[in-house]
């Protein structure tokens, strides 16, 4: 069992930075943050391979956004850069005991974090 503690959400003008981390507990093949908007699908945002830390972005995001990982805290961080009012949604950590960074591209994921409300305003 995988436990996910998000933190860092809030409100940011566009073009402003936040950074959210994930407390994990437990072992999982891939972690990472999805997004979403009501009546919207969720999104994969970014997440990050636990063996060999290989990444992935939507394209959305790239350039802006980038995740990293703590190891010895178990924590994974997405650091959000030139924020704008479309990044606005919940952000939810993600764990997956199978897939690794594909995880995002699969819309899957095993355990999930409460999520953080993330608000750009224009």
């Known amino acids: 069992q995988v436990q996910l503690v998000e933190s860092g959400g809030g409100l940011v003008q566009a073009g402003g930075s936040l950074r959210l981390s994930c407390a994990a507990s437990?072992?999982?093949?891939?972690i990472g943050w999805f997004r979403q908007v009501p009546g919207k699908e969720r999104q994969g945002v970014s997440c990050?391979?636990?063996?060999?830390?290989?990444?992935y972005y939507t394209e959305s995001v790239k350039g802006r956004f980038t995740i990293s990982r703590d190891n010895a805290k178990n924590t994974v961080y997405l650091q959000m850069n030139s924020l704008k009012a479309e990044d606005t949604a919940v952000y939810y950590c993600?764990?997956?005991?199978?897939?690794?960074?594909?995880?995002?591209?699969?819309?899957?994921?095993?355990?999930w974090g409460k999520g953080t409300l993330v608000t750009v305003s224009s």
């Open positions: 993600a764990a997956d005991s199978l897939f690794r960074e594909g995880m995002c591209v699969m819309g899957r994921a095993d355990y």
């Open positions: 437990g072992s999982y093949s891939g």
């Open positions: 990050i391979s636990s063996s060999d830390g290989s990444t």
